[in-house]
């Protein structure tokens, strides 16, 4: 599974999320290699309402059990059934 961070913008207010502010993002996607998957990832976060995105780093899960934080285990698993699976940062960036 293919695991993508970096930051977005958020492009309109979310709950206690700010329009305009950028959080951290990491991103599950059932598919690889990211070249071919980064139309789907913008259309995914893009109808979630974030734009702007920077890809900072990516990779590859062959171990789920490496993964130990909780919200990262369950958005694995997400992206296991969805295809695709976000967690976005609640801090925004400064």
């Known amino acids: 599974m293919l695991i993508i961070n970096g930051?977005?913008?958020l492009m309109k207010k979310n709950g206690s999320f700010n329009k305009g502010d950028r959080h951290e993002f990491n991103m599950?996607?059932?598919?690889?290699?990211?070249?071919e998957q980064l139309v789907q990832i913008e259309d995914y976060l893009v109808t979630r309402g974030w734009d702007n995105i920077e890809v900072a780093d990516n990779g590859i899960v062959t171990?789920?059990?490496?993964?130990e934080h909780g919200v990262l285990l369950a958005a694995y698993e997400k992206a296991?059934?969805?295809?695709?699976?976000?967690t976005i940062n609640n801090q925004a960036l400064l």
């Open 80 to 86: 296991k059934s969805e295809g695709f699976a976000v």
């Open 63 to 67: 171990d789920p059990k490496a993964i």
């Open 28 to 35: 599950f996607s059932l598919n690889m290699p990211l070249e």
């Open 7 to 9: 930051t977005a913008e």
